[in-house]
């Protein structure tokens, strides 16, 4: 069902209610989370989920799955959702933290057909078998490598943050350091603590993360130039060898 309100039909005893959603580009869905687990999935456009774990990138025809109760905010990027709202109770198997999944082709019909149904659909004939198949679909998915930690504490998790929205490769451990009114080393040391990962190491993580809603709008020549690679065949190498895939395989 299309641009209906989960708040409108989270009442309804179904235990999985499909509801597909438009969104203008550049919008942010604010803080919030619901009681049921989700699969947030992009039929088309780029997503950037975000919780007070880290940060998740969500390319076209991928999806996030969203645990039960985890407060969330989503940047989209000219997108059409294709949600389905799930009693936890009807998936004992599902991530206790966001993942970013693969959907492929016959997940997409499924998908699509499942947005397709009214919200009150019949549970025991075709349509309720057609949710129990994506229901099995989803639980064969593996994650994919797409999220980045982001540090609870400040000024590290500002500076992360900020960095997010605008990756550049000027930005080096020095400033990050001199911002957070500590010496260099005192900063990489917090900062290993709190990510498992140098500034530095990090950071080239956060700009190949940007790059994949980059590569929806431009050529892979021009997005590497953008993100300072010294060439588009280092910055393919270095796509692929994070994401296991080339970034031509993202581009629309």
Request: hydrophobic residues 40%; aromatic residues 8%.
């Amino acid at each position: 069902m299309l641009n209906t309100s989960l708040a409108d039909a989270d009442h309804l005893a179904t235990q999985v209610l499909p509801i597909g959603t438009e969104y203008p580009p550049g919008y942010l869905l604010k803080r919030h989370e619901h009681r049921r687990a989700q699969l947030l999935y992009g039929a088309k456009g780029v997503m950037r989920l975000d919780t007070d774990e880290g940060s998740w990138i969500v390319p076209e025809d991928r999806a996030a799955l969203i645990p039960p109760g985890m407060p969330h905010e989503v940047l989209m990027d000219g997108v059409t959702t294709w949600s389905l709202y799930i009693e936890p109770a009807a998936v004992p198997w599902w991530p206790e933290h966001c993942e970013v999944i693969e959907v492929n082709a016959l997940l997409r019909e499924l998908l699509r057909a499942a947005n397709a149904l009214p919200l009150e659909y019949e549970v025991r004939g075709r349509d309720g078998a057609l949710i129990d198949l994506v229901l099995h679909e989803l639980r064969a998915q593996t994650p994919l490598p797409f999220h980045i930690t982001v540090p609870h504490e400040e000024p590290f998790r500002g500076l992360c943050q900020r960095y997010l929205e605008a990756p550049h490769l000027a930005i080096d451990n020095r400033a990050w350091a001199a911002e957070a009114a500590m010496s260099p080393r005192s900063f990489d040391r917090h900062f290993v603590k709190l990510t498992g990962s140098t500034p530095a190491a990090w950071r080239a993580r956060a700009r190949l993360l940007a790059s994949l809603g980059m590569l929806r709008h431009e050529s892979v020549t021009d997005v590497s130039a953008t993100l300072g690679y010294q060439s588009p065949a280092a910055f393919s190498a270095a796509f692929s060898q994070v994401f296991g895939q080339p970034p031509s395989s993202f581009q629309s």
